[in-house]
């Protein structure tokens, strides 16, 4: 039983208190600090029970994390500065280490084998195997598959393998 029922039934349990204390105490000082402790000691259990209710947490929509290849691309190449010196006697100049350039990721072809998949998150070797047994040779037809014949097949869940088709079709793009 989660906490936050059991603090809800201690404060109606308070104020049920509190209401017959209200009728049966018949001393008007003895009556008020009842009244005061029921009601202040219910009002807590309310307010510790809501405070301690478990929190829905919503399904993120996870995105695959951009390969390094991909960052580099997209940020410009810092550029190091150059200074200029007359030097008194002929010195080899200090060069800057040569940056390699990014290369861009492969794009991917008709005829992909099972290490293709593999790109997708949650597609192992054993699993891209699976889907070439099945006929799923490459990104391309991965993103064009039905998510609930292919999750038959395979014998694992929808909304894994509509993840799956999620990221490969914008792969595939």
């Known amino acids: 039983m989660r906490l936050d029922y059991t603090l809800y039934a201690l404060a109606i349990v308070f ?32 307010i510790v029970g809501y405070c301690m209710k478990p929190q829905v947490k919503t399904a993120a929509v996870q995105q695959p994390a951009p390969s390094i290849t991909q960052e580099v691309v997209s940020q410009p190449v810092p550029q190091a500065p150059v200074a200029v010196e007359a030097p008194v006697a002929p010195a080899p100049k200090a060069q800057a280490p040569a940056m390699k350039k990014p290369v861009a990721p492969p794009a991917p072809a008709a005829n992909a084998s099972a290490s293709e998949l593999t790109q997708i998150r949650g597609i192992s070797k054993a699993r891209a195997n699976q889907l070439k047994a099945n006929g799923i040779k490459s990104i391309k037809a991965l993103a064009e598959a039905s998510p609930t014949d292919l999750a038959a097949k395979l014998e694992v869940s929808p909304k894994i393998v509509k993840m799956w088709i999620g990221t490969a079709k914008k792969l595939v793009k």
């Not at 009728?23 to 219910?42: E, K, L, P, R, S």
């Open 15 to 46: 104020f049920l208190i509190t209401a017959v204390l209200f009728f049966i105490v018949t001393d008007q000082n003895a009556q008020n600090i009842y009244m005061i402790v029921t009601v202040t000691v219910g009002a807590l259990s309310l």
